[in-house]
Each structure stands twice: as structure tokens, then as C-alpha cells.
């Protein structure tokens, strides 16, 4: 029986910061060869957990996506101005 395990992403401008468990963490450029480095890494059973902030994560999303890698992004900061 294998287990989905979720690996939590956190990403500033340059980098992402990788938790895939508490003793496990990497840092990838957040470009496309840091997005390969990541996919090397990467069980057929994670699923990923990310924060929203800006745009920063939209790269790694559309990677993902493309790779069919299941993701849950959670929107922060997203404000509606009235116009």
C-alpha cells in the first residue's frame, strides 16, 4: 500500500524551498532548471501544497501541470480593486 505524501512548496522570487517531510528540504532555482531538478526528486505519489503570493509560483504551476503532477495552490494576497 503506498501513501501520498505531500510535499510543501514556498516560493520567493529566485528560489523555491522544498519540505518533503521535516528532515527532508531542498532549494531549486525557479526556472526550468530548477523545475527539472525538482521532478527528479519527485514520487509518483506527492502531491504538492503551495502558496499563491504574487506570481511567482505561476512557472512552477504550469510545470507542474504540463508533468500532470497533482498541486493544490492556496491564493494569498490576492486583493480586487474597485474600479
Known amino acids: 500500500m503506498t501513501s501520498t505524501r ?3 512548496i514556498d516560493i520567493p522570487k529566485a528560489t523555491f524551498d522544498v519540505a518533503f517531510s521535516a528532515e527532508s528540504r531542498a532549494v531549486y532555482s525557479n526556472d526550468p532548471a530548477g523545475f527539472t531538478r525538482f ?19 505561476l512557472k512552477l504551476a504550469t510545470f507542474l501541470s504540463a508533468q500532470d503532477i497533482s498541486t493544490e495552490a492556496k491564493w494569498r494576497n490576492l486583493m480586487l480593486a474597485k474600479i
Open 6 to 8: 505531500f510535499v510543501g
Open 39 to 57: 521532478r527528479q526528486a519527485w514520487a509518483d505519489d506527492d502531491h504538492v501544497v503551495m502558496e499563491a503570493t504574487g506570481t511567482y509560483f
